[in-house]
């Protein structure tokens, strides 16, 4: 008997920090949070919508694993670190309905969460976050070069990966991928530069990211199926009001992310995963220069951002747009590394779904 399940994976919360200060210091710049969270939660019932994983960066970076139900509903549930069972208990979903529950992490190990909401609804939820702890950081400059692919080293990018172990990308068989932007809150020239960094996105992957115009729509946790079209880019200020986006984590001037769905044909024995959503929000307080110069730039921002939409972690090569960090050091375009990385998700690697 073939069964279809869904999976809904919530927002892959990249917070990207850029703490330049537009002066010309000396001072290290401090990276005040980065994190990487690939969620895969496995939803068997449509009125479950979501689980998000939220991974903190701090001196003890916490994984914070939410679900959705309704209000008042109790579920069990059990928490995993290395899939070693931390925590179990009984769960009540406050009155939005929310089920939540926290772990402390280590960077790379993997977190699991799941939650019996009844007798066929099971959430199951993993995350590998990437958690730095609080550092100070000096990107290391940037040889100059006149071209962006020759910039640093190939091998300087890193992936997301579904629970099955494959790469988590787009489906360059699915054809285009559609974008709006809010960009009311951006400034001068802010849709240009989404644009310009959209151009960027698809030459890199191959893929064909494709503006359709603009939108009030600005994502955040758990509108996500409301959300106008397949990417959205938001100017948006951290916030929980409307208008505003929770996304941000503590001191982020900019997030991306994914949603990815798999599908099984076998009752859950192998699932084929792929991206099927993205955003990107912007906070129109960081005030960034326009356009792709050197330094902190909106455009480098977009870049980075995008580049977690396409599916990409971060890089520890300061010489990288996927360097967690924008700084002084920045150069506004994708680096060697970023388009390799770019590559491994995109086009030429073939349709998700091909066995
Ligand atoms: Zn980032």
């Not at 949070?33 to 019932?45: F, I, K, M, S, Y």
């Not at 992936?159 to 991928?177: H, M």
């Amino acid at each position: 008997m073939n069964r279809t399940k869904w999976a809904l994976t919530a927002a892959v919360v990249v917070a990207c920090v850029g703490q330049q200060g537009g002066l010309q210091r000396t001072v290290p710049a401090v990276m005040t949070g980065h994190v990487l969270t690939q969620v895969n939660p496995v939803v068997t019932d449509a009125a479950v919508p979501a689980v998000s994983v939220r991974c903190r960066t701090n001196a003890k970076p916490l994984a914070v694993l939410a679900a959705r139900g309704r209000p008042g509903q109790r579920a069990s549930y059990g928490t995993f670190v290395n899939r070693v069972r931390t925590h179990t208990g009984m769960l009540t979903a406050d009155r939005r309905g929310t089920f939540t529950t926290s772990t402390a992490v280590t960077d790379h190990r993997r977190v699991g969460v799941i939650l019996q909401l009844s007798s066929r609804t099971v959430v199951n939820a993993a995350v590998t976050p990437s958690c730095s702890k609080l550092m100070v950081a000096t990107p290391p400059a940037p040889a100059p070069t006149a071209t962006s692919g020759s910039r640093g080293n190939a091998t300087s990018y890193t992936l997301n990966y579904s629970r099955n172990g494959a790469v988590t990308r787009w489906d360059p068989c699915a054809g285009d991928i559609h974008v709006r932007v809010n960009a009311a809150n951006g400034g001068t020239g802010a849709l240009a530069d989404a644009q310009a960094a959209l151009s960027a996105l698809s030459s890199g992957t191959g893929l064909h990211f494709v503006y359709d115009g603009s939108t009030t729509f600005v994502p955040s946790t758990g509108n996500s199926s409301s959300q106008p079209a397949t990417v959205v880019i938001a100017w948006a200020a951290p916030g929980t009001g409307a208008g505003t986006s929770d996304y941000y984590e503590s001191g982020a001037i900019g997030e991306g992310g994914w949603r990815s769905s798999g599908t099984s044909t076998d009752g859950g024995a192998t699932w084929n995963w792929k991206i099927v959503q993205g955003f990107v929000v912007v906070d129109p307080g960081a005030s960034l220069p326009g356009g792709f110069g050197n330094g902190a730039t909106r455009g480098a921002l977009l870049l980075h951002e995008l580049g977690h939409v396409a599916g990409l972690g971060h890089t520890s090569d300061g010489s990288q747009v996927m360097y967690p960090m924008l700084g002084p050091s920045t150069v506004g375009s994708y680096g060697a590394g970023d388009l390799a990385g770019l590559t491994a998700v995109g086009a030429a690697k073939g349709c998700t779904t091909a066995s």
